[in-house]
């Protein structure tokens, strides 16, 4: 949802809509997706079947719904990182760090809906956003000009570790803060340009 939307819709609404998101979330860690009903969102979010209703047409809708959302919020954070930096490199770096501390600060929907195998619809969304991230980099096609490797599967290889690493990191309750995984990410990143540099 933009920000433009959000201003306009009732604080009441979005209040009974962080209620349904938080109680599906609570479930989510208790039981598996196929298990969960309206019903028992509806009990958890201390609300009535029909105000369910009024926000979701059923549960597919309100994980699509939601997905989107997290998805939006997350490229606005990608798209916003892009003044007063001397490089791309830096401007990437910066990314990635606002990246995993948006991450850290809403750890607890992150840790479910990404770091279980309930609801791929999540991984699947952010992993979408990280392959665009890539291959929109300026300096990735200079980058492979001296290799044999081709383009999709660099894009293929940088977003699913990306990615995997992040899932990795919120499975172990983020035992790092966002700027040290940044910083060891990039000195991974550099490590496997220089290892293809000396072959």
């Known amino acids: 949802m933009k920000d433009n939307e959000k201003t306009r819709v009732d604080p009441r609404v979005l209040r009974t809509r962080q209620l349904i998101k938080d109680a599906l979330i609570d479930l989510l860690q208790e039981m598996e997706i196929n298990k969960i009903t309206v019903n028992r969102i509806a009990e958890r979010a201390t609300i009535n079947r029909v105000t369910f209703y009024l926000h979701y ?26 003044t007063n930096m001397n490089s791309s490199e830096e401007m990437d770096s910066l990314k990635l760090i606002n990246l995993l501390e948006h991450i850290a600060e809403n750890a607890k929907f992150y840790k479910v809906v990404l770091g279980s195998t ?4 999540f991984t699947e969304r952010l992993l979408k956003i990280l392959t665009k991230s890539i291959t929109e980099r300026t300096e990735l096609d ?11 599967i660099a894009i293929w290889h940088g977003s699913s570790a990306l990615i995997g690493t992040i899932v990795a990191w919120l499975r172990k309750d983020m035992p790092y803060t966002p700027q040290f995984l940044a910083k060891q990410m990039y000195m991974l990143f550099h490590l496997n340009k ?5 072959t």
């Open 142 to 152: 200079s980058m492979l000009a001296t290799t044999d490797i081709q383009r999709d």
């Open 194 to 198: 220089d290892i293809r540099k000396s």
């Open 118 to 121: 309930r609801t791929p619809i």
């Open 57 to 82: 047409h059923d549960i597919q809708d309100m994980l699509e719904k939601m997905a989107q959302e997290m998805a939006e919020d997350i490229e606005g954070i990608m798209m916003s990182t892009t």
